[in-house]
């Protein structure tokens, strides 16, 4: 039993002789608020070409309850202050929230837009939106024509990549977890065809 606890020991002393903690700051964009602290490996630190991410929910970075399901990947930029930056890398909705919007009875719609920011780096952007069943309708179910889908996804593919094309990085993903970009884009598609829950669902950062 000494024997354990002593080889216990020697692997935790082991661990922090290699491991140094850092504070995590959030991006400019939320206010270097801290997120917490970090383990990171010695040799990581002296080497520029590693990449460490963490996931962070929106809620946290905004101090609100009702973004729990949006998660924001965050890119850790190694410095060796005490502190370490982030900046915005990714982002995901969480599958829980999306399998609690499917229904039998209404059209799932997926999209995807390929854009570029003003740095020149290029990010992959996938949306949903679901069909809608009006207040007054005596349908139990409403399924969307082929015709009207394409005419759906085409507005909201243009109007998406007229508002992020260009833009900073932080601007892409604010009006990507805005929730009135969803309410515009309801309004806007309303002639063709109801629909309800727009949702940016991805944000990948392309190579």
Not at 28 to 37: A, H, N, P, T
Request: charged share 25%; net charge positive; proline share 1%.
């Amino acid at each position: 039993k000494k024997k354990y606890t002593d080889n216990k020991k020697h692997r935790i002393n082991k661990y922090y002789k290699n491991v140094q903690l850092k504070w995590i700051l959030a991006p400019e964009f939320f206010e270097y608020k801290i997120l917490g602290r970090i383990a990171i490996n010695k040799k990581i630190l002296n080497t520029s070409q590693s990449q460490t991410f963490i996931e962070v929910t929106l809620s946290e970075l905004i101090n609100d309850y009702d973004n729990y399901h949006k998660i924001v990947k965050l890119e850790v930029l190694q410095t060796h202050t005490q502190y370490l930056k982030t900046r915005l890398h990714g982002y995901r909705i969480t599958s829980d929230y999306i399998f609690s919007l499917l229904k039998r009875s209404i059209s799932l719609i997926e999209m995807q837009i390929t854009i570029t920011s003003n740095l020149k780096e290029r990010y992959r952007i996938f949306f949903i939106a679901l069909t809608k069943i009006n207040i007054n309708s005596h349908k139990q179910s409403y399924f969307g024509k082929t015709s009207q889908m394409k005419q759906i996804r085409k507005t909201i593919q243009n109007y998406m990549k007229n508002l992020l094309s260009g833009q900073t990085t932080e601007t892409i993903f604010y009006n990507c977890y805005l929730n009135s970009t969803g309410a515009k884009l309801e309004m806007m598609c309303r002639n063709i065809m109801p629909i309800s829950n727009f949702n940016v669902i991805k944000i990948k950062k392309l190579k």
